[in-house]
């Protein structure tokens, strides 16, 4: 590929993408953030003793007790909040106890403390309903209880950014139960939301967005075209540009999921996204270049255009390289060959039929 900047508006980097040591091709997302607990130091000792006490077995009736204190007619605040938070923290650690408090008919009156006023109370609630769905065994419960629209409300306007972070990922898990779990969450409207979270969050909110969308994108093929609407992939590029985000492999995962759609591989073109897939095609990890050619791949498949744009950008010589490295897979190296005759025929209807063969290979 040129080096000279001026034949092409690519911008240079000096430094190989990673958002890890791992350069495995393995997906590059681990589970959602759970629940990180901050205390004054006046109450920390207490917390401590808490925690411990939580972390082991609970009894049936110490649950019952608690989920009793949610249901309560006329609670104070106080109790609300010590039960909610006990629960919270019963969930935290202990599978065994997880399946206790959902068998104890907990789940309802967590949900019901996701509109309350208080903001301590709200982010319990969130949290012991993240907690509780780290249990597959639980995820249908909540979503039968109806929680789905009062986590997206939370991640738009809970007062606590703990609260709309784990809000986004108890969505997450959520959106893992089936199809029609992801397309509920996308329809209740929590896709804008999470691209917003995507833009402007802190370093964890970053990440736990973009997981929730690379969930939401490949469970549910109408929640592609709700991120595309949502203009998920102007962040997604800029974070793929920037190795500094620590979000390379992750954005490059989501904009992957995106542009299996005709909008999002419109929209990838349009927000200049050829030129960032190409030098990570160039400069990333084994992994990024991976999942640069296969996007690649999918903005090149029907579109003759987007052919001539991607060859003009450069692709040909480190797809070249790249398919006689030693070192790359098989079928990383299949992918590379394919994409580089694809674009050195550009107009050739003939080669739709084997792209097509190798984009689904996947």
Do not use: W
């Given at each position: 590929?040129?080096?000279?900047?001026?034949?092409?508006?690519?911008?240079?980097?000096?430094?190989c993408y990673?958002?890890s040591?791992?350069s495995?091709?393995?997906?590059?997302?681990?589970?959602?953030?759970?629940d990180?607990?901050?205390?004054?130091?006046?109450?920390?000792?207490?917390i401590?003793?808490?925690?411990?006490?939580?972390?082991?077995?609970?009894?049936?009736?110490?649950?019952s007790?608690l989920v009793?204190?949610?249901?309560?007619?006329?609670?104070?605040?106080?109790?609300?909040?010590?039960a909610?938070?006990?629960?919270?923290?019963?969930?935290?650690?202990?599978?065994?106890?997880?399946?206790?408090?959902?068998?104890?008919?907990?789940?309802?009156?967590?949900?019901?403390?996701?509109?309350h006023?208080?903001?301590l109370?709200?982010?319990?609630?969130?949290?012991?309903l993240?907690?509780?769905?780290?249990?597959?065994e639980?995820?249908?419960?909540?979503?039968?209880?109806?929680?789905?629209?009062?986590l997206v409300?939370a991640?738009?306007?809970?007062a606590?950014?703990?609260?709309?972070?784990?809000a986004?990922?108890?969505?997450?898990?959520?959106a893992?139960?089936?199809?029609?779990?992801?397309?509920?969450?996308?329809?209740?409207?929590?896709?804008?939301?999470?691209?917003?979270?995507?833009?402007?969050?802190g370093?964890?909110g970053k990440?736990?967005?973009?997981?929730?969308?690379?969930?939401?994108?490949?469970g549910?093929?109408e929640?592609?075209?709700?991120?595309?609407?949502?203009?998920?992939?102007?962040?997604?590029?800029?974070l793929?540009?920037?190795?500094?985000?620590?979000?390379v492999?992750?954005?490059?995962?989501?904009?992957?999921?995106?542009?299996?759609?005709s909008?999002?591989?419109?929209?990838?073109v349009?927000?200049?996204?050829?030129p960032?897939?190409?030098?990570?095609?160039e400069v990333?990890?084994?992994?990024?270049?991976?999942?640069a050619?296969?996007s690649?791949?999918?903005?090149?498949?029907?579109?003759?255009?987007?052919?001539t744009?991607?060859?003009?950008?450069?692709?040909?010589?480190?797809?070249?390289?790249?398919?006689?490295?030693?070192?790359?897979?098989p079928?990383?190296?299949?992918?590379?060959?394919?994409?580089?005759?694809m674009?050195?025929?550009?107009?050739?209807?003939?080669?739709?039929?084997?792209?097509?063969?190798?984009v689904g290979?996947?």
């Amino acid at each position: 590929m040129e080096s000279d900047a001026s034949t092409s508006p690519r911008r240079r980097s000096t430094s190989c993408y990673s958002d890890s040591g791992d350069s495995s091709c393995s997906e590059p997302f681990s589970e959602c953030g759970s629940d990180d607990l901050s205390f004054t130091p006046a109450a920390a000792a207490g917390i401590h003793r808490l925690l411990l006490s939580c972390a082991a077995e609970a009894s049936e009736d110490a649950i019952s007790s608690l989920v009793a204190e949610l249901e309560s007619p006329s609670p104070s605040l106080d109790s609300l909040r010590r039960a909610a938070m006990e629960l919270r923290l019963l969930a935290k650690h202990n599978p065994d106890n997880r399946v206790r408090i959902a068998a104890a008919g907990a789940v309802r009156p967590l949900v019901a403390l996701l509109s309350h006023p208080d903001p301590l109370l709200q982010e319990h609630g969130v949290t012991a309903l993240l907690n509780l769905s780290l249990c597959d065994e639980n995820k249908a419960t909540i979503v039968e209880a109806g929680a789905i629209r009062p986590l997206v409300q939370a991640l738009k306007s809970a007062a606590s950014p703990a609260a709309r972070e784990n809000a986004a990922c108890a969505l997450l898990r959520l959106a893992q139960l089936d199809g029609s779990a992801a397309a509920a969450v996308g329809r209740a409207g929590a896709i804008p939301l999470l691209v917003s979270l995507l833009e402007t969050g802190g370093a964890r909110g970053k990440k736990d967005a973009a997981t929730a969308l690379y969930a939401l994108c490949s469970g549910a093929r109408e929640n592609r075209l709700r991120a595309v609407e949502a203009g998920a992939v102007r962040p997604l590029l800029d974070l793929m540009a920037d190795p500094e985000s620590g979000m390379v492999d992750k954005a490059a995962y989501v904009l992957h999921s995106l542009v299996g759609s005709s909008e999002g591989r419109a929209a990838a073109v349009e927000e200049g996204g050829i030129p960032v897939l190409v030098e990570m095609v160039e400069v990333g990890s084994s992994r990024q270049k991976e999942i640069a050619t296969l996007s690649l791949l999918q903005i090149c498949e029907d579109n003759a255009v987007y052919r001539t744009m991607v060859a003009r950008e450069g692709a040909i010589p480190p797809l070249v390289a790249l398919s006689q490295s030693s070192s790359a897979r098989p079928k990383l190296k299949t992918k590379a060959e394919a994409l580089i005759e694809m674009l050195r025929q550009p107009r050739s209807p003939s080669l739709r039929a084997r792209a097509a063969a190798v984009v689904g290979a996947e």
